[in-house]
């Protein structure tokens, strides 16, 4: 998944993309001047923590 840096849950995923649609949270970038991109469509299933391995 492309937003798991974003977040530790699924809400907090969830909310990030949110606020990425809504334009708040990420500021503007400068020099831009196409159309702001789309977040990804999340998948229909709950989101599975892979855990953390070293």
């Given at each position: 998944?492309?937003?798991?840096?974003?977040?530790?849950?699924?809400?907090?995923i969830e909310?990030?993309?949110?606020?990425?649609?809504?334009?708040?949270r990420f500021?503007?970038?400068?020099?831009?001047?196409?159309?702001?991109?789309?977040?990804?469509?999340?998948?229909?299933?709950?989101?599975?923590?892979?855990?953390?391995?070293?």
């Amino acid at each position: 998944m492309s937003w798991n840096w974003i977040g530790r849950t699924q809400e907090e995923i969830e909310q990030a993309r949110r606020d990425w649609m809504e334009g708040a949270r990420f500021g503007e970038v400068k020099g831009y001047d196409g159309d702001p991109l789309s977040a990804p469509e999340f998948p229909p299933v709950p989101l599975k923590p892979r855990g953390r391995v070293r």
